[in-house]
């Protein structure tokens, strides 16, 4: 949702008391029309999955900030971005534009997408960035799915970033799945440039 409003309106923020105390939390027309258009009825089987769906709306649409965009970017260079839905936790849910048939199909679509990608993790680095709950989840079933189709990931690495180390990322992410972990503790503001800057610095 927060990469949907920074491609098309540029910012991504609200007073959540104000809007809870009058019943307009989330209710902003615009994102929740585009948003739940892009994953229509007609579209919701489209094996490339929510991520790719809500990307090349995007691009359709010409977003004005569309550069700043993951989903769009993504889209634009046919690779994978997933989306994992928990139906009731995103204001977009609130909107009379739910497909839910649409809704839940590509967002399995997507977990399939990620499951796949997790099959070839051996030698990689998978990193949780600020899910405390959801993301971790996911990603421990898609490595059991990646393991039981036979696929050997033993030497990879797992990093969670974070302000405060949560127990279920601590666990899914870093202690159950094996290999070499890292609990990295800061504001994402400060620590993901640094990151950034050392990925390029390391090429």
Not at 164 to 190: D, F
């Amino acid at each position: 949702i927060h990469d949907f409003e920074i491609a098309t309106l540029g910012r991504t923020s609200e007073d959540v008391a104000e809007g809870l105390e009058t019943g307009m939390f989330g209710m902003v027309e615009e994102t929740l029309r585009d948003f739940n258009q892009s994953i229509s009825i007609s579209e919701y089987k489209d094996p490339r999955g929510m991520g790719f769906q809500l990307g090349e709306r995007l691009i359709q649409m010409k977003a004005p900030h569309r550069e700043y965009s993951i989903l769009a970017t993504g889209a634009g260079l046919d690779m994978p971005v997933t989306v994992h839905v928990a139906i009731g936790t995103d204001t977009v849910h609130m909107s009379q534009h739910v497909e839910p048939e649409a809704l839940g199909s590509a967002t399995f679509t997507d977990f399939r997408l990620l499951s796949s990608v997790i099959c070839d993790l051996e030698g990689g680095v998978y990193l949780n960035i600020g899910s405390a709950v959801i993301l971790p989840e996911v990603f421990l079933k898609a490595l059991t799915i990646a393991r039981n189709l036979g696929n050997k990931i033993k030497n990879f690495t797992t990093v969670n970033m974070d302000m405060i180390q949560h127990y279920r990322p601590h666990q899914n992410v870093l202690s159950r799945p094996g290999g070499k972990s890292y609990a990295l503790t800061g504001h994402h503001e400060i620590m993901l440039p640094l990151l950034y800057q050392a990925l390029l610095e390391s090429l």
